[in-house]
């Protein structure tokens, strides 16, 4: 039986929903189960899946064994008053849903993509990729400059390469070769 939730803030509980969110949408885009991902951590399904809603009785171990297994880094981020940053600075952030209404670019550039309105952030990469040829850089508007920017510097590999996904059943065209 799982242990009793420890009294905490909402703003902390609020937090660890969050990184239980990301969590589970990085697993996903990975397109990894959850049973595997919680046998590669080390824990049962049912404590995995207690981490991917960001239960507070789950030790912070268990969440870097999770968080290990998928491959995510864990950093501490100074506070903005010790940094002297704005907290509030998300231009460089990369959404977990990446919303074709949003981009008209990427919304030119994915005429192929049918049933959804949305695509990961390797799906948009992907495809932004494959026809930059046919990007008009003069009507590109600066947030999806700076969301185009931001998915070449979160999913560059070390060497340089960009992570290629699996075959994706949103994207007909985003086949390997």
Request: charged share 20%.
């Amino acid at each position: 039986m799982p242990a009793k939730a420890p009294d905490i803030p909402a703003t902390v509980a609020d937090n660890l929903a969050a990184l239980g969110q990301q969590i589970r949408q990085h697993r996903k885009a990975m397109r990894i189960s959850a049973t595997v991902a919680a046998e590669a951590a080390g824990m049962s399904r049912a404590t995995f899946h207690r981490i991917e809603k960001g239960e507070p009785s789950v030790t912070m171990g268990a969440y870097l064994n999770a968080m290990a297994a998928l491959g995510i880094d864990f950093g501490i981020v100074e506070p903005a008053t010790v940094t002297g940053k704005a907290t509030d600075d998300r231009k460089d952030m990369i959404p977990a849903r990446i919303h074709l209404a949003e981009y008209p670019q990427l919304k030119k550039l994915a005429w192929q993509v049918h049933g959804t309105d949305a695509l990961t952030p390797v799906e948009a990469l992907s495809i932004y990729e494959r026809n930059r040829r046919y990007i008009d850089k003069a009507a590109l508007e600066p947030h999806e400059q700076q969301l185009i920017d931001a998915l070449h510097i979160g999913l560059e590999g070390l060497d340089g390469t960009v992570y290629t996904p699996p075959p994706s059943p949103h994207c007909p065209g985003a086949e390997l070769p």
